[in-house]
């Protein structure tokens, strides 16, 4: 009856030990996790602002050098 009893509180003893790393484990996924939704809303944003029409447009106009048309420029084709 005493080994039963041994056996038992050391079943008991490495579940409560095997539970308390498991939740730290968790804690720190969880962590991990929530960093990580905290970067991809900063990418987000950071995306959003490199594509603004208004960037976009300096870009053109600065590193490639494209200029808009002129109304003389631009012709519309009408397809029947």
Avoid at 21 to 26: A, I, K, N, S, Y
Avoid at 42 to 67: C, F, G, N, P, Y
Wanted: overall charge negative; glycine content about 2%; charged content about 25%.
């Amino acid at each position: 009856m005493a080994i039963v009893c041994v056996v038992s509180a050391l079943a008991i003893v490495y579940t409560k030990h095997e539970s308390r790393r498991l939740f730290v484990e968790l804690e720190q996924l969880t962590a991990e996790r929530d960093e990580l939704n905290i970067e991809w809303g900063q990418l987000q944003i950071e995306q959003s602002t490199w594509a603004t029409h208004a960037r976009i447009e300096k870009v053109a106009i600065d590193e490639l050098s494209l200029v808009r048309p002129g109304p003389t420029d631009i012709y519309v084709i009408e397809q029947k």
